[in-house]
Structures are given as structure tokens and as C-alpha cells.
């Protein structure tokens, strides 16, 4: 380090006099470096991003938070920290770094997510102009004017808009505002056109993608699934109206039984043989099998176990002769044969409940003789068994119906049920109106039941009996064919012909047969036991989807704040 030279003896170095600073204020307009901004995915940097891509409003943000930092800034600069950036100089020098700043966090974040900046510009293009849609419908070309006229309107207000950000976001550039002006007029014009198209579009694709979930839900093929909906949709049934009527009929009911429809779209299927005729015919035999050992279990639970009459009059008979030989008092002698006479009596008159014919009792006059039956009379002690050997004779008809009737649930029906309100209440008065409304539900299901497997049987053999009438026309009509011609062509179309059988064996080996597939998947479902499934499958296709019906403003919205100087 060098060092100055000694001085001479007497003599001493003269002190520097201190130099004095004076703060200067930048010239006006003068703008300092600005620091590089953070363009990180900042809450901050995604929100300005949104408010950016607004028409119109968005392209003066910036100006507007710069204006109103550099007002505030000398009330508010000298209370934060040095570690703050602060705004120095007059009004304009002020405003101006805060729009530069303002501006280079808009770049920093463009820069390194350009995507995401432009993805959410035009999210909040959308955002601001679906509101305006909803509120001036007509304005954009949403009214009832026509496809023409709506276009037209469209335009304008696009070109309006795409004009008005242009010049803002261009400080009033003509080239700018006029291509601003240019494409908002043709996108607004186009709005109308697209929209309900891509809203048609959106909805097919939804549909599709409902219908596979639907299916997978159903355990089904997607096919088969859309068959049935077609045929439920016949019948006038929805998935709320299958739910009820299905649980209504029990445990054994099946789709098939629900409607015509589904019915003939059963018998169809059967009538073509192979898995779905199997399924189908298996499923309608085993439940018809199965039908008196149904009504029986119901009977026995509501109206008790049934006994043969004879046995149950040899036993009062027994009865009887005991209280003879027993030749205690007379008196006490007379009441219990009495009885006894009377419950065999009662047991005669129970089978004769049902019957249609004179001797039947009417409901009025079969309640009088339960009521009277109960009571005892001379020098009995307690209440009678009348009522119960009615319920018994009544009951041990019942059984008689059905072992007579097993295979004809139809006259099962018009015996047990008849033909009005009459069996019901007598039958309501032996066994109580809760247990004779069971036995007559399951006796309306049976029928329903075997009226299902009359209808597909009966649709089995019309759509055989077409098929086969096609097949004979179609023999005999003599229209033009490729193969026919070729065979009869001689030894070289012959063998031509040969070729084609062979190709087009090889071509059903290797593709798919998805049409059976979905015939042996709708088969399983109208006669399977995955009804539930089937149900909610149901549902999901018939649930209302927000996303078809939002389309059609998203696009336009698009369309009109593509027009923007921000969104080019």
C-alpha cells in the first residue's frame, strides 16, 4: 500500500474539507430500473391472470392500480420499510414504474407458465361474459329473431366488444382496434351457429359416456342396455316406476313382466334360438314351476295349514261320542253336544265360503254367523270354536282350489278372488283384512307372472313365423345377388364363390360378435335377478347432465371474448 512522502520539519498536511450531498429529484418521467418480478403460481399471479383476460375491463387494470399506487404512494412509501419497493419521483415518474411493475408481473408470469396465463385469461374471458349472456340473451344472439338475424346481432355486439378491448389494451392503435373490431363481428356472428352445435356435440358425448357407465353399473352390455331402456321408456315406466312395480310383486318378479314392450322384446330374443332362447324359456319355466308351491306357502302363513274336512268332522264325531258315554247330568250333557253339533255344522258352512252359488253366504251374513258363532249358548262355559271350524271348512276349500287348479292360475284366480269385492270380505272376516290382502297379492303376481310367459311365448312365435316368411320371400324373389349370380356363373365364379364363403367365414371367427353379445346380455337382464342394478342403471341415463346444456353459452362466450386484444 502506498503512502505519501514525509513532510519537511514545521510543516502539517492541511485537512480535507468535507464534501456535502444534495438530494435531486429526478427528472419528471424519469423511471428507474425495475426489479425482476416473481412468476411463480402464485394465488396472486393466477388472480390478475383471470381479471386480465375480462373484455374490456381487464385491458385497464394495470392502468387503474398504477394510477391509484402512485396517488397513494407518498402517504404510504414513508411508513413501510426500506426492504419495500417504493414509488420516488413527481405523479408521472411514479405511475409510470408502477405500471411497469404492474406490466412485468403480467410477463414474468406469461414466461414461465404461458399455458396456465393463457388457459385462465380465457377462463375469465367466459367467466364475465356468460353473466352478460344471461342477462341480454338477445343482445348475443339468443333471441327469437331467427338463425340470420341472430347472427347478425351476434356480430355486432361481438365486434363491439373485440373494438373496444383492442383500443384500450393498444392505447388506441388503429390496426389494432380494427382487427379487434374484424374478429369479435366474425366470432359473434358465428356464435349462434356454433353453439347449439357444440352443445349437441357435448350432449352425444355425454350420453356415450353415461351409457357406458350406466352399463357397467347394470352388469350389461352397453347395447343390450340401450334396448331396454327403449322398450321400459314404451311401456310409460322410468326407473322410479320400475323400482316400485318390481318391489310391489316380490322377490320373483323380472323386467319382463313389467310391460308389453319388454315382453315382445323377450319373446323376440327367444325366437332366435341359442343362449338367449335358453335363458329366457330356463328363467319363465322354473318360476311357473314354482308357482302352487308359492300360493301354498302364503296360505299356510296367513290362513293356517290346511286339514281334509273328513278328519276334522271325524274328530268332532269323536268328540261327541265321548260326551255320551261320558251320561254325566243331563244338563251338563246338552251343552257340549250342542257344541260339538255346531262346530261340525260351522265346518260344512266354511266350505261353502267361496262358492258362487246360492249357498254361498254374502259377507254380511258370513260376519253375522262368525259373530254369533263365538257366542255360547245354554249352559256352555266360555266362547265357541264356531269361528275357527268356518276358517278350517273355508280354508280346506282353498286347498281344494288350488291342488284342482294348479296349473291354471287364471281359474285359480276367478275361484279364490272371484269376480267382485265379495270373497275378499269374507275372506277378510275368517282370517282379518291384513292377511286375506297378502294371499290375493300373491295370487295378482302369479298372474302376472303367467301372463309374461303366455306374452313372450306368444311373441316367440309371431317373430319366428316373420323371420321364417322372410326367409321364404327372400328365397323365391329372385332379386339380384352377388353370390347367387356368381354360382351360377360356371367353374370360375364357382370358385370365385368359394372364395367369398371362406372370406367371410373367416371374417365372423375374428370379429367380435357383438350383437350376440348384447342379445344374451338384454336377455339376462329381463329375466335376471340383478334387477336392482338394472334399476340404477337406469336412473343414471335418465339424470338431467348441466354439461350439454352449459355448452352451448361456453362457446359463444369463447367466441365473443376471442376478439379480445388480450386473447390474441
Known sequence: MSSLPPLPPGFQRDKPEPVQYVRVAPP???????????????????????????????????????????????????????????????????YNRALDIQ??????????????????????????????????????GAGTSGPAANALISGATGATLGGTDAAIRSDGDLKS????????????????????????????????????????????????????WRAVDADGLDAAGMRQRLADMGPDAMPVDLGPNLQAQAG????????????????????????????????????????????????????????????????EMDAPLAELARQRDALVRGQQVLDSGRTAPRP???????????????????????????????????????????????ELNRLIKGGGDWNRAKLSSLFGPEKADRVFKVLENEQVFADTAKAVTKSREAAAGAAAQNEFSSANAGGFSLKPLRKAGGLRDAARSFVVDKAESVIKALLPDSEGAAQ?????????????????????????????????????????????????
Do not use: C
Open 103 to 140: 406490466n412485468g408481473m403480467d410477463k414474468a408470469f406469461h414466461a414461465e407458465h404461458p399455458y396456465v396465463d393463457t388457459g385462465l385469461n380465457i377462463a375469465g374471458g367466459v367467466a364475465a361474459t356468460i353473466p352478460a349472456m344471461v342477462a341480454a340473451p338477445a343482445v348475443f
Open 364 to 410: 254380511a251374513e258370513l260376519a253375522a254367523e262368525i259373530e254369533q258363532g263365538a257366542l255360547p249358548q245354554g249352559a256352555q262355559i266360555g266362547p265357541s270354536a264356531v269361528p275357527l271350524r268356518l276358517s278350517q271348512g273355508a280354508r280346506a276349500d282353498i286347498d281344494r282350489i288350488v291342488g284342482n287348479n294348479a296349473n291354471d292360475i287364471a
Open 520 to 568: 344374451n346380455s338384454l336377455a339376462t337382464a329381463l329375466v335376471g335377478q340383478n334387477s336392482d342394478a338394472v334399476v340404477r342403471a337406469l336412473a343414471v341415463l335418465e339424470s338431467p347432465s348441466r354439461a350439454a346444456a352449459l355448452a352451448s353459452p361456453v362457446v359463444k362466450a369463447l367466441l365473443l371474448s376471442g376478439g379480445s386484444g388480450r386473447a390474441q
Open 268 to 331: 323376440t330374443l327367444a325366437a332366435k334360438g341359442g343362449k338367449p332362447q335358453q335363458v329366457i324359456g330356463t328363467a319363465l319355466a322354473d318360476r311357473q314351476a314354482g308357482a302352487t308351491g308359492r300360493i301354498n306357502t302364503t296360505l299356510d302363513e296367513n290362513f293356517g295349514r290346511a286339514r281334509v274336512p273328513s278328519e276334522l268332522d271325524a274328530e268332532i264325531a269323536a268328540n261327541q261320542a265321548a260326551q255320551t258315554q261320558a251320561m254325566p247330568g243331563i244338563n
Open 28 to 94: 419528471p418521467g424519469f423511471v428507474l430500473d425495475v426489479p425482476e418480478q416473481d412468476g411463480s403460481l402464485s394465488i396472486n399471479n393466477m388472480a390478475r391472470s383471470v381479471a386480465t383476460g375480462v373484455p374490456i375491463i381487464g385491458g385497464v387494470l394495470n392502468r387503474l392500480d398504477a394510477a391509484t399506487n402512485a396517488t397513494l404512494a407518498p402517504l404510504i412509501d414513508p411508513l413501510l420499510p426500506d426492504s419495500f419497493e417504493k414509488l420516488p419521483g413527481d405523479w408521472q415518474a411514479r
Open 177 to 228: 382496434t380494427a382487427w379487434g373490431t374484424g374478429t369479435g363481428l366474425v366470432l359473434g356472428a358465428l356464435g349462434p351457429v356454433l353453439g347449439p352445435a357444440a352443445g349437441k356435440g357435448v350432449k352425444s358425448l355425454v350420453d356415450v359416456g353415461r351409457r357406458f357407465s350406466a352399463a357397467r353399473i347394470a352388469q350389461m352390455e352397453p347395447r343390450a342396455l340401450k334396448y331396454l
